[in-house]
């Protein structure tokens, strides 16, 4: 909300990878892309880096912690929902403890999260992840 009308602001985002096949999503409850499917992630903070971020997003919305944070790429988003304006890092990690469940930290801003492979993706995911994923992007480690 805070954004409507001012100046673009940093988004960090997570592909958080489980088996190289499945990514951790969740689906929003907001007034920018309510009821779509969205990774964990938020603003970057003064004075943060990317990793700091993406580390600290994730455990505040999911509980999980996360390693082998890596950059994948960024994109320009434009909500014309609410006026917003985003800069949208994507990074990609994985989980420090495999096995451990998503928690839904945040049931305020997020239905629940779950696994879903990149072939099976749910839907309506949110505008910026759809982009992607229509432009041929994956996440995962390729050997
Ligand atoms: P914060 O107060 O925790 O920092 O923010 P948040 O409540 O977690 O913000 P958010 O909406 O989850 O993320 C900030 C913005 O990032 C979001 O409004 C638009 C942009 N964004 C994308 N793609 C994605 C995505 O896949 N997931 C999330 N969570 N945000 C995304 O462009
Ligand atoms: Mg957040
Ligand atoms: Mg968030």
């Known amino acids: 909300a805070g954004s409507s009308s001012g100046a673009p602001r940093v988004a960090v985002v997570v592909c958080l990878l489980k088996d190289n096949t499945k990514v951790l999503l969740g689906r929003r409850r907001s007034s920018r892309g309510d009821s779509t499917f969205a990774l964990p992630g938020g603003h970057l903070e003064f004075g943060e880096s ?5 580390g600290r997003e994730t455990m505040e919305e999911t509980g999980l912690a996360i390693h082998n944070i890596e950059l994948l790429t960024v994109t320009n988003n434009v ?4 006026n917003a304006h985003y800069v949208t890092v994507f990074m990609r990690a994985t989980c420090v403890n495999p096995e451990e469940p998503p928690r839904n930290m945040e049931p305020d801003k997020c239905h629940g999260w779950d696994w879903y492979r990149w072939d099976n993706l749910p839907q309506p995911l949110f505008h910026p992840l759809q982009k992607m ?3 041929g992007f994956t996440p995962f480690y390729t050997t």
């Open 50 to 54: 990317f990793e700091e971020c993406a």
């Open 79 to 82: 909500f014309s929902d609410d």
């Open 133 to 135: 994923v229509q432009d």
